[in-house]
């Protein structure tokens, strides 16, 4: 019994998080449910994984901008990290710049919280970022989601996840003489939608 209550423990303790604590995490219930099924898990590298309020509003923002420009696209309105920067969350000095991502992820025509999840984790770019499968991701320890939906606007379902780290005094650079991740243009979109947008000649 006692061995049972100890594996027990080690479970619960695998990561730091309160169960259901998720309110700071996503814009919505569809939101929040993809922030714990990144959190949670079983293969995330990340020991702590903390929800921040502003890293969801600048999320929601991008998921609005994406809904208003019919559009999947990191760099609009600027690049990802620029992004978090102008809405003065403090990136470490060796984050990428103008063209810098190493803190977005997106996605476009995904109906729910488990689906995208799934399109994620099958896409070898998101996947690493998201569940800290790189050295320079797994040091990233602060999250925020937001879904937004719109009927006329090309994709439907547009998604905005932000998983990064942020800035502390005297943070040296680990990465000073390793190749920085960027994940650069990629997005991921639902494929039979991509299909429909084709026809359309809508896709872009």
């Not at 470490?92 to 996605?107: C, F, H, K, S, T």
């Not at 991701?137 to 606007?153: C, L, P, T």
Request: aromatic share 10%.
């Amino acid at each position: 019994m006692v061995k049972f209550l100890i594996i027990l423990l080690l479970s619960f303790s695998s990561y730091s998080f309160a169960d259901g604590d998720f309110e700071n995490c996503g814009n919505n219930k569809q939101a929040r449910l993809l922030a714990e099924l990144i959190i949670k898990d079983k293969e995330q590298q990340r020991t702590v994984i903390r929800c921040n309020k502003l890293l969801t509003d600048v999320a929601q923002q991008k998921a609005e901008l994406m809904v208003e420009r019919g559009l999947v696209m990191h760099n609009l309105g600027g690049s990802p990290n620029e992004r978090l920067r102008d809405a003065n969350y403090k990136l470490p000095d060796y984050y990428g710049g103008a063209l810098g991502n190493q803190v977005e992820a997106i996605a476009g025509g995904y109906s729910d919280a488990e689906e995208v999840w799934d399109g994620f984790k099958d896409s070898f770019g998101h996947r690493q970022h998201l569940l800290g499968e790189h050295d320079f991701y797994r040091e990233q320890d602060e999250i925020g989601v937001a879904f937004v939906k719109k009927w006329q606007s090309p994709h439907v379902e547009y998604w905005a996840v932000y998983l990064t780290k942020g800035f502390k005094n005297n943070q040296s650079n680990p990465f000073a003489n390793k190749e920085v991740p960027n994940k650069g243009t990629l997005i991921l979109i639902e494929s039979s939608k991509v299909a429909d947008l084709i026809k359309k000649d809508k896709f872009k």
